[in-house]
């Protein structure tokens, strides 16, 4: 009895630090709440993308796709949510853009201060031949010989490893307190979770399909 008790509580436990859901308004489906895009209605009846989850009212929440949220656009899917007149601005897409692309910078200045991430041609070289690297982010600007070089020493270590090439050197330089970056390489961490949850839905908005990173 004291044991099918023990195994209730995990069970109400697990089911209490599960993520919850919330439904796309465009397809009707169900999805984890950090999978999708949330959307409020601001004081002035504009739409308004609330990616950092930091702004009042409701939710209102879309799969991240280009698609998707051309859609819900088309089809005043979000005045349908809200019930009430809604303003769709005509630059919605590129508000989604920056506010993901701020929240994939943010996460490798994260990363940085807490010791998970190494940026440089030397450093990046050398967490990658200790195997322990989740992902290998390159400038997409910089020219090929040196993004080359790395790609094949990671490729050559572990084919199936993730390589980002989705910002600019003067991004991701200014994600990591420099003029510019080529080659930067994240360590296993929650971080580095986030930040590759956070291209996946950025690419998806771009209408890019497939892994944010190459393979």
Sequence with gaps: MTTKKA??????????????????????DLFPQSALLKFVIGPDGNVVPDLFGKLPGRGIWLSPSRDMVE?????????????????????????????????????????????????GFEKTKAWLSSGNVKILVQAADAAEDGRGKIRALARA???????????????????????????????????????????ARLLAVRGIAGHPAKK
């Design 71 to 119: 859609k819900a656009c088309h089809k005043q899917l979000f005045a349908r949510s809200a019930k009430a007149k809604v303003k769709v601005p005509d630059d919605l897409i590129e508000q989604l853009d920056a506010q993901l692309t701020k929240r994939c910078l943010d996460a490798l200045g994260l990363a940085k201060r807490a010791g998970h991430l190494v940026a």
């Design 157 to 199: 270590i572990d084919p199936d490893l993730p390589i980002n090439e989705t910002f600019t050197g003067h991004e991701l330089g200014q994600a990591l307190g420099r003029d510019t970056w080529v080659h930067v390489a994240l360590r296993p961490s929650g971080i580095a979770d986030r930040f590759a949850a956070d291209v």
């Design 7 to 28: 195994e209730g509580k995990k069970k109400v436990r697990k089911k209490r630090k599960s993520e919850p859901e919330r439904r796309c308004i465009a397809s009707g």
